[in-house]
């Protein structure tokens, strides 16, 4: 298993609010928006990315960070053998990804998927 990208979180009721800062002054791409979710960045870039969010999906908690991995079944065994306390179970999203949620030692949560090819 290889984590392919690490994504910051936050949560916000105010989604659109974010334009301003992330897009019109420090002028990064929006990359992807739901609605209750808007993720900003740089195209080609897939290692500059922040999420602005109302919810994590699925109306689940917005988690702190979001993991992708290219083996996210892999991922879910290991942290389950570990120990670690899974918030939210193995689930095929209609947005196109497979993930969890697990407690990190710091009590963050962590959202750690793949995308459904």
């Known amino acids: 298993?290889?984590?392919?990208?690490?994504?910051?979180?936050?949560?916000?009721?105010?989604?659109?609010?974010?334009?301003?800062?992330?897009?019109?002054?420090?002028?990064?791409?929006?990359?992807?928006n739901h609605g209750w979710i808007e993720t900003y960045g740089l195209i080609g870039e897939e290692n500059v990315q922040i999420s602005i969010a109302t919810q994590g999906g699925s109306n689940t908690s917005t988690p702190d960070l979001s993991i992708e991995v290219d083996d996210v079944d892999e991922a879910y065994e290991r942290m389950k053998s570990a120990g670690y306390t899974i918030e939210y179970d193995l689930t095929d999203e209609p947005w196109g990804v497979r993930r969890f949620y697990v407690r990190d030692p710091f009590g963050k949560l962590i959202n750690i998927l793949a995308h459904i090819h």
């Open 1 to 32: 298993m290889r984590v392919k990208r690490i994504v910051t979180n936050i949560n916000t009721q105010n989604v659109p609010a974010a334009k301003n800062f992330y897009q019109d002054v420090l002028e990064l791409d929006l990359l992807m």
